[in-house]
Structures are given as structure tokens and as C-alpha cells.
């Protein structure tokens, strides 16, 4: 248990990167897997993630970013991406999924694809975009408990223009919109940041026993 502790302790939002230092293809599949295995609301993982290693792309996003330079600096850079739509075809899609993976009838799976179409054929575009983003924040918190127990570091970022990441990744075409950015890479031995205390509420201002 105390591993966990430790883990969160040493992980920290990493402020400047070694641009030299670059995680393996297997630190990357683990990171992947990690956020493919995030839970999301009914399990249909509304969202996509882009990961971007193309340094052009990079600098545009940094500049979107209000110049942050962990954008550009760190290993690889992750894009959380809300789907603006949620169509019934795209529930019929996930039902057939579970169908296939787990062998199930999918005549028995009509009442909770009937649920999922109700619940969200009369939200708006807004309610599905708030909706879908949350999703998202599940994942980006699997991902940075997972890069820190790798000793793998993170910037978790909402600090940028969501409308320039749209229009330089082309995201409103496919009915997405970028909710989050998480450069992942290892820290500079000059960055500040690492030094400090963290700064947290006490127990007895966070939690209340009812
Ligand atoms: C959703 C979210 C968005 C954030 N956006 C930024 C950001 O754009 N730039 C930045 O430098 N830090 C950003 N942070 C980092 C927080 O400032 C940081 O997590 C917080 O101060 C606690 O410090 P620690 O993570 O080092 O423990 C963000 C954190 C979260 C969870």
C-alpha cells in the first residue's frame, strides 16, 4: 500500500522535460493500455486520444498551448479527443462489440441498448460534450497513476485553446473536440518544480464522515 503513496508523492505536473529523453515502445503500449482500460460511462469509451510525435504538429500545439513548453520538449504528447456526437449507430456498434466479445445474445442486450439510446436522444451537442469530457478526465487520471508508477513523467494540461488544437488536428470533421493534453516524458534535472512541497487540503477540510 505504502507503494502507492509513494508513487503519487513522486509524480508531480513536470513543468520542463529533457527533450533527449525518450520513453520505450513498451512504457508507450503500457500508457496505452492503461487508458484503454479506463472506465467510462456504460463502458462506451466516447472519446479518442491522439498521440503526437510530430514536431511541426507539436509547435503549432505549443503556440495553442499559451507557449508551454512541455508541448514540444516531452517524449510524446497525448490528445484527449470528446466525441461532439453520440449517434445510435454508434451504441449498436458497442452492443455488437460486447455481443462478440463475451458471447452474449444480443437479444438480450436490447433493453440496456434501448436505455443508452433514451438517455441520450434528447441531450444537446453542449450536454453530450460535457458528458463525453468527463469521460475523458477519467482516463487522463489512469494515465498519469500508471506513467507515475512507471517513474514516467506527466503534465496534465487544459491550459490551451480547444478550438486551434480542433482546427490544427482537424477534429470538428470528425465530430471531436480536444478536452485535455498530457505531454509524458521525464523530467529535467533543472526543473524547478520537482523540489516543491506538495500543497495539499488537510483530511479534515477534504473529507467529511457522515
Ligand atoms: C485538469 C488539469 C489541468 C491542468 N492544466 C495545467 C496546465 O495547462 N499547465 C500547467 O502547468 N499545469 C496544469 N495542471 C497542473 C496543476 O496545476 C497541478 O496538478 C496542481 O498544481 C497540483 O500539483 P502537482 O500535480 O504537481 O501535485 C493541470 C492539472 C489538471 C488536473
Aim: net charge negative; charged share 25%; glycine share 4%.
Amino acid at each position: 500500500m505504502q507503494q502507492i503513496i509513494d508513487d503519487l508523492n513522486w509524480r508531480y505536473a513536470t513543468k520542463k522535460f529533457d527533450p533527449v529523453k525518450k520513453l520505450s515502445e513498451q512504457q508507450m503500449e503500457t500508457l496505452k493500455e492503461s487508458i484503454r482500460l479506463s472506465a467510462s460511462s456504460y463502458g462506451l469509451q466516447a472519446y479518442k486520444v491522439l498521440i503526437i510525435t510530430d514536431p511541426e504538429i507539436r509547435e503549432a500545439l505549443m503556440e495553442a498551448s499559451h507557449g508551454q513548453r512541455p508541448v514540444v520538449d516531452a517524449s510524446h504528447l497525448f490528445v484527449f479527443c470528446a466525441y461532439t456526437k453520440v449517434s445510435e449507430a454508434d451504441v449498436a456498434k458497442y452492443i455488437q462489440l460486447i455481443s462478440l466479445t463475451r458471447g452474449t445474445d444480443p437479444n438480450s442486450l436490447i433493453g440496456f441498448h434501448n436505455g443508452i439510446v433514451n438517455s441520450i436522444k434528447n441531450k444537446s451537442t453542449e450536454d453530450i460534450v460535457a458528458w463525453t469530457s468527463k469521460q475523458t478526465y477519467i482516463a487522463l487520471g489512469q494515465l498519469m497513476h500508471t506513467c507515475a508508477s512507471l517513474r514516467v513523467d506527466a503534465l496534465p494540461m487544459e491550459g490551451f485553446v480547444p478550438s486551434a488544437y480542433n482546427e490544427i488536428l482537424g477534429l470538428d470533421e470528425l465530430n471531436l473536440t480536444a478536452t485535455l493534453a498530457c505531454p509524458v516524458g521525464f523530467r529535467h534535472e533543472a526543473d524547478e518544480a520537482q523540489f516543491r512541497k506538495k500543497v495539499r487540503k488537510s483530511n479534515e477540510d477534504l473529507f467529511e464522515i457522515r
